[in-house]
């Protein structure tokens, strides 16, 4: 049965344009809704130095504006088609989100060419988005849940480009200039970089014309700034964001991560999957939130890019259970490396990631997400349905063995959140090192 | 003393316990076939016991979605034991007379489940997930279990209870959005259940024991407070089967009138500031609204869109492209009884939330007094025809409309006659509802500002 359910799936695979434009369509009439993005190949990585948040920014701003529409008329046109436009900027991707009624298909592909080819960038808008994506940042800044992450990725990465947040740094986002822009928008907005992809109520054709109209517009390509590989940290490093009044921590950590075409992959999935994985039946649920009940939630995940990115772990116990909670889990981490998952345990995973499998591209959109994975990170053509077939071939010695490789629990940074006078002190015990290894930052440090 | 709620609205007090005889019907394997939207068909059987089932035929991926949703939430409970829906949600997970702790999740994951979860709002308690095709019996056989079967013990009580107590430190004490939510509601109801957080407070979950856990599930986990949607890859008569072996003989509970205090009307504006540890302010205001069937609700939709739905809306061109605001969100909030429309958005740097209300209270006027232009109106329509069909986009999503209305409204066709309406509500309608809702001394206001 599981055999018939993946063929299923696998034949419903995109439709590619011919053309030069990366174009790539699924027809799917079941509502009158067409889903498009615009993917292209840049992102936080390729801000410039001391101009951290450009491309995000760039990213807001080709919507504010272009020769023939006022950031208005566009906000206008938008909602009268009953259409929703965004754009999502990741480390090494800015995609341009569309969703329309299929019967205002026309109008939204006139405005999207609009706005890729003919940007304006205008400095009254400018001046209002500075205004808005730095206060995005301070309320980035108060909630501790994107406070951490954003600091724990900083302290992981530290220089390297994948530490950069998104939104960018305040007084770097103040420094923008319209010349800053264009600039970016020269380099990193050209078809060489581009790839479109969608699916809906209407043909690959219809999308192809489009496209096909607007490549001469744009430029072919551009400069690439490689992305060098990050360098594991060397001892293990602390971090404290001091934030007053807390009645309960945020704890992140984690080490340097993994490329998804490493022959360690697969069995580094499995291996997270039964972890900290995306269930209830994890290995971190499990000692921490079903037996101790510490934390809500208490997970590890991957984040993956055209470099190795990082392995990470999260959970969020009450202050007086942080300190036990915390070293609770390095042990874990520790253990898991020395022994690894029981045949038991290694056997029921791999089960359940290959009946999961289907969930993995059972809707357009889901399949629409993984070619747009495929495409940023420059994996292999159906790398994302593979994840069936490669977890089939595992063995547990393979899977133990990559545990062991890759997992360094001296070589972990961990960053809690929470607050320091009554916290530091406990935590500094419980983890048996000096004061002067936990680095106090307060939390309104960018 | 039986209180209907003919006489409801002269209470002040809560009632618990009343009990009224069921009236029990044979089973019908005669479904209704009723419409959704193009093609789509939902098959309704309801059982002897009360239990209903709504079926949705979608082919078009090997794969089912099956929820179950109880017509109880924190507004089931009463003061002093507050959070007893959502807490009692988490102990659905825990062991049966058939399954020990732990299991359900590790038999689901076997076969390949996708999104197990489960939900709780004012109005129902949800519990979802996907599953491959051929699993339909499987699932049928594990909820109906934990229907009738489930095991309230002490100390999976007691765990259970710290993690709860754990995500409201996680969601609402060190959120700011989560405590001004709490506000919001806790100062808009005075007397009515609305008036706490799902999640329940603190001092009520510290002393909360397992045996209101059992009572609980005794009131309200049986198959007349039940509705069954399954959508998806399967033959709608096929489900009706399966359902029957494995719910039909479950005994209804006795029905539990929990009489709720109404709100009476607020004469004056409501406000209160609230510090927290964050960099800029933020501003909560919500004003009374009714319930969900009401006729005004399609007016109050379509005012929720018109103020603030999209970037060229009234609230957004008067408060983020001026920048007073970095955002905003409004509507009205769907509940079995009357609720709020609510108004929330988050200032820019070194902005005041003072001056974001009276700018929200003048376009408000504005709307009353002056004319709605046709493209505006048009503009709306459009966007809720996007949103109503993009939230039947998949199985599960198509459930979840299905399991809200069914439970909110009695009926999932109330729905799509709600998106109807609103697609014919006219401008006289919409200043018609803001004139009648959105007055000024009725609003309630909390502002967040820094410590």
């Known amino acids: 049965m599981r055999e018939i359910i993946l063929t299923w799936f696998i034949s419903l695979c995109f439709i590619k344009s011919v053309f030069a434009l990366d174009v790539n369509f699924e027809k799917d009439s079941k509502l009158p809704l067409v889903y498009l993005n615009v993917v292209i190949k840049t992102g936080a990585v390729d801000d410039p130095r001391g101009k951290s948040g450009l491309t995000y920014f760039l990213g807001q701003m080709l919507l504010r504006g272009t020769k023939s ?82 600091r724990a990725t900083k302290f992981l990465f530290q220089d390297h480009p994948y530490g950069k947040p998104i939104l960018g740094i305040t007084k770097e986002v103040e420094t923008f200039s319209t010349e800053d822009i264009f600039s970016h928008y020269n380099k990193h907005i050209n078809h060489g970089k581009m790839s479109i992809i969608g699916a809906g109520d209407t043909d690959l054709s219809i999308i192809d014309t489009w496209a096909k109209g607007f490549r001469n517009s744009i430029k072919e390509s551009g400069n690439s700034f490689l992305v060098f590989k990050p360098k594991d940290i060397v001892t293990k490093k602390f971090y404290f964001i001091d934030k007053p009044d807390r009645t309960q921590t945020q704890i992140y950590g984690g080490q340097i991560g993994i490329l998804m075409t490493d022959k360690n992959y697969f069995p580094l999935y499995l291996a997270n999957y039964a972890f900290g994985g995306p269930s209830f039946t994890t290995k971190m649920m499990e000692e921490i939130r079903v037996k101790r009940g510490w934390s809500y939630g208490a997970n590890s995940f991957f984040r993956m890019g055209k470099q190795p990115r990082s392995w990470q772990f999260n959970l969020y116990p009450k202050i007086k259970d942080a300190p036990d909670a915390l070293v609770y889990t390095l042990n874990m981490i520790k253990d898991f490396r020395e022994k690894g998952l029981t045949p038991e345990e290694f056997e029921r995973t791999q089960k359940s990631i290959i009946n999961n499998s289907g969930f993995m591209f059972n809707t357009p959109q889901k399949r629409v997400e993984n070619l747009l994975l495929e495409k940023t990170l420059d994996l ?15 063995t547990l010695n393979q899977v133990n063995q990559a545990i062991k490789n890759f997992l360094k629990p001296d070589q972990l940074v961990v960053t809690v959140l929470g607050t320091a006078k009554d916290l530091k002190e406990p935590i500094v015990k419980a983890l048996g090192i000096s004061e002067n290894e936990m680095q106090v930052i307060p939390y309104t440090q960018e | ?60 991926s090997p794969t089912f979605a099956y929820q179950t949703w109880y017509g109880v939430g924190s507004r089931d409970e009463v003061k002093g034991h507050t959070g007893l829906a959502h807490l009692f949600e988490h102990m659905m997970f825990k062991g049966t007379k058939n399954h020990k702790e732990g299991e359900f999740f590790k038999l689901m994951k076997a076969v390949g489940s996708e999104g197990e979860n489960a939900f709780t709002s004012k109005d129902y308690t949800a519990y979802v997930q996907e599953l491959p095709k051929e699993h339909l019996e499987f699932i049928a056989q594990l909820e109906s279990d934990r229907m009738q079967n489930l095991i309230v013990d002490d100390a999976a009580f007691t765990t259970e209870r710290e993690v709860v107590q754990n995500e409201r430190r996680f969601s609402y004490e060190n959120n700011p959005d989560g405590l001004m939510y709490q506000e919001i509601f806790g100062l808009a109801f005075t007397e009515h259940s609305y008036h706490w957080p799902t999640i329940g407070y603190e001092e009520d979950l510290s002393r ?29 008569d096929e489900v009706y089967n399966i359902i029957k072996k494995h719910y039909e003989k479950i005994q209804t509970s006795e029905t539990l009138n929990i009489q709720q205090a109404r709100e009476s009307t607020q004469t004056t504006p409501r406000r209160k500031i609230v510090k927290f540890n964050i960099q800029i302010e933020k501003l909560y205001m919500g004003y009374p609204v009714p319930e969900i069937l009401h006729e005004d609700i399609p007016a109050l939709q379509v005012l929720g869109e018109i103020l603030a739905g999209g970037k060229s809306s009234r609230l957004y061109r008067a408060l983020v492209n001026t920048g007073v605001s970095s955002d905003l969100e409004s509507g009205v909030l769907e509940n079995t009884e009357p609720s709020l429309f609510l108004i929330t958005t988050n200032l820019q740097k070194n902005k005041k939330a003072a001056f974001a209300e009276s700018i929200i209270l003048r376009e408000i006027q504005r709307l009353i007094q002056e004319p709605i232009a046709q493209k505006e109106h048009e503009k709306v329509q459009n966007r809720m025809s996007f949103a109503f069909y993009e939230g039947l986009s998949h199985n599960s999503s198509l459930a979840r409309f299905l399991g809200k209305y069914e439970v909110i409204s009695g009926n999932f066709e109330e729905g799509v006659k709600l998106f109807q309406k609103s697609l014919v509500v006219n401008a006289e309608d919409i200043k018609k509802a803001a004139k009648k809702y959105l007055i000024p001394d009725h609003r309630s206001v909390i502002i967040g500002v820094m410590k």
């Open chain 2, 208 to 236: 909360m024991a397992a045996t209101e856990a059992s009572q609980f599930y005794k009131n309200f986990y049986a198959p007349n407070k039940a509705t069954i949607i399954v959508t998806g890859d399967i033959k709608h």
């Open chain 2, 1 to 60: 003393m039986c209180i209907t709620k003919l006489f409801s609205s002269f209470l002040v007090l809560l009632f618990f316990g009343c009990s009224q005889p069921v009236i029990k019907k044979e089973s019908s394997n005669a479904p209704q076939k009723l419409p959704l939207v193009g093609s789509l068909q939902v098959y309704k059987y309801k059982f002897s016991n009360g239990l209903k089932l709504l079926v949705l035929e979608d082919h078009s």
């Open chain 1, 69 to 150: 529409e006022s950031k208005e008329q566009i906000d206008l046109a938008l909602d009268q088609m009953g259409a929703v436009l965004e754009v999502e900027t990741r480390a090494e991707a800015l995609i341009l989100r569309g969703s329309v009624l299929s019967s205002k298909l026309s109008e939204f592909l006139k405005l999207l060419k609009s706005i890729l080819t003919q940007p304006t960038f205008h400095e009254r808008e400018i001046k209002k988005l500075k205004s808005e994506v730095i206060s995005k940042i301070l309320e980035e800044l108060s909630s501790d849940r994107t406070l951490v992450l954003r």
């Open chain 1, 380 to 394: 292999p053509s159906g790398f994302m349905t593979r994840y069936r077939e490669e977890v089939s071939k595992l």
